[in-house]
């Protein structure tokens, strides 16, 4: 799996959780919840998701590294053990 | 024989239309079984049945508007006159009521295709967008057995269509709102809780938990709330002419704010018994279809009471409107880290900003002020919700 690989499946994922907005023109540097008007029943629903898409642990503390498009496929990828 | 009458699905609800029969004639039925769809101001709404017995036989036909209360079927071995339920609603008689006649239904809006919620469901998940199809139903709606021909030909996109109308469910809050400012003489309640303990038992619950166990705030305050009314039944239940009425169980309308505008509160039902993991599993599906505009008629008619929670959006406290014709609305702010005196000594705590908007025709403010005492104590064992 590569970083276009993550950038791809949170995009993807991104758009089951807001249809109705699109997920590939957020801001990668804007916080999501804001971008796409997500609350916390959303974010759960996400994290749920990735955890299971990706076979990885997104334990509760770290929340907050997903909190920007950029900043959650940077966190994906060194929870996979992908190099820059 | 009992008659399965067309619900109302809220104190601003007049007339439906009836969209698609899911049930036949000689069907057996039971309580909870999804019978027809309606198209209302809330979208298209899945009726559910509240009595076993047997579709004797169909009194309206697809695509006809009836106003609420109108029977829709005969059903054999039920009794009578009390097989759907219908919210009773007083009249308002501070405004001229409007003319009562079934509005006629407007051509669908370019771009939003009509289709059942059975028809929807099969849609996404075999990834067919609504929008390329053309329905057989009334006024052109797509049915299920349009999207199964669908389905069966090519494979589309996975366009998800857009299915709750926002312009019909700002109406409908216009209506309810404005009787409830009308109609009711509210109060207001406020109080500040300390949130750490619960807070902290929910960060150590979630450690060792999957995300898909996992638990939000949100399911701890909807189960406070729930237990405290155990004690506090006045703020459980409905206005109506004949004046207060208790509810029939605790169901917490729960509101869930819809991306693009728009407000929704179906029930949780029976929540002071239901298990916290239970609750949150039933937050999660209500949140869920409700954004997807796939609610049933009973979650919009039941609720006794509604919960509304702004945290998310960073507001501090909510001074609540009351949905007619309940008689108390429970407010949420966001939690925020504020200095508190703790045994006398200054301490960071997080703490949380809890209302109460309730009907001075059902309650007063001492027994209020008991009844978010009790929220407020109830959430220092987080432990025993």
């Known amino acids: ?84 | 024989m009992g008659e399965f009458r067309m619900p109302s699905l809220g104190a601003d609800m007049e007339a439906g239309t009836l969209v698609e029969w899911l049930k036949r004639p000689g069907d057996p039925v039971r309580r909870g079984d999804i019978v027809a769809v309606v198209e209302t101001q809330k979208g298209a709404i899945e009726i559910d049945i509240f009595e076993d017995g047997v579709i004797e036989r169909w009194l309206v036909e697809p695509g006809t508007t009836v106003p609420v209360g109108t029977p829709l079927a005969l059903i054999a071995g039920a009794q009578p006159a009390v097989v759907a339920k219908v919210l009773e609603v007083p009249a308002t008689p501070a405004a001229p009521a409007p003319a009562a006649s079934p509005r006629v239904e407007p051509p669908p809006a370019a771009g939003r295709a009509r289709a059942s919620p059975a028809a929807r469901r099969l849609a996404s998940e075999r990834g067919v967008a609504l929008s390329g199809l053309s329905g057989s139903g009334p006024g052109g709606a797509i049915l299920y057995a349009d999207v199964e021909r669908a389905a069966a030909g090519a494979a589309s996109g996975p366009a998800l269509t857009k299915r709750l109308d926002l312009k019909e469910m700002r109406r409908a809050i216009a209506a309810a709102m404005a009787r409830s400012k009308r109609e009711i003489p509210h109060y207001y309640l406020s109080t500040t809780i300390d949130l750490t303990r619960a807070l902290a038992w929910l960060e150590a619950a979630n450690a060792t938990r999957s995300p898909a166990q996992r638990l939000l705030l949100a399911a701890l305050l909807l189960k406070g709330v729930a237990r405290a009314l155990g004690e506090a039944p006045e703020f459980n239940g409905f206005f109506t002419a004949e004046g207060f009425q208790l509810g029939s169980g605790i169901h917490i309308g729960t509101a869930i704010a819809i991306r693009g505008g728009g407000l929704i509160a179906p029930a949780i039902r029976d929540a002071d018994k239901l298990p916290l993991d239970e609750l949150m599993a039933r937050l999660r599906d209500l949140v869920t279809r409700a954004r997807r505009g796939a609610l049933r008629s009973s979650e919009l008619s039941d609720p006794t009471i509604t919960v509304t929670n702004l945290g998310e959006r960073g507001v501090e406290t909510v001074f609540g409107v009351i949905y007619p014709p309940q008689v108390a609305l429970v407010g949420f702010g966001m939690p925020v880290e504020r200095p508190w005196v703790v045994a006398g000594k200054i301490a960071a705590r997080h703490v949380l900003t809890t209302t109460l908007a309730a009907d001075h025709r059902a309650s007063d403010g001492h027994r209020g002020a008991l009844f978010l005492a009790d929220i407020d104590r109830r959430l220092q064992s987080p432990e025993k919700l």
């Open chain 1, 1 to 84: 799996m590569t970083r276009d690989d993550i950038n791809a499946i949170l995009i993807d994922e991104l758009g089951r959780i807001a249809p109705e907005t699109d997920a590939s023109r957020v801001d990668p540097n804007a916080e999501l919840r804001e971008e796409l008007d997500i609350d916390s029943m959303d974010f759960l629903n996400l994290v749920t998701a990735l955890t299971e898409r990706l076979a990885i642990d997104i334990p509760e503390i770290d929340y907050p590294s997903l909190a920007t498009f950029n900043h959650a496929v940077d966190y994906l990828a060194q929870r996979l053990g992908i190099a820059e």
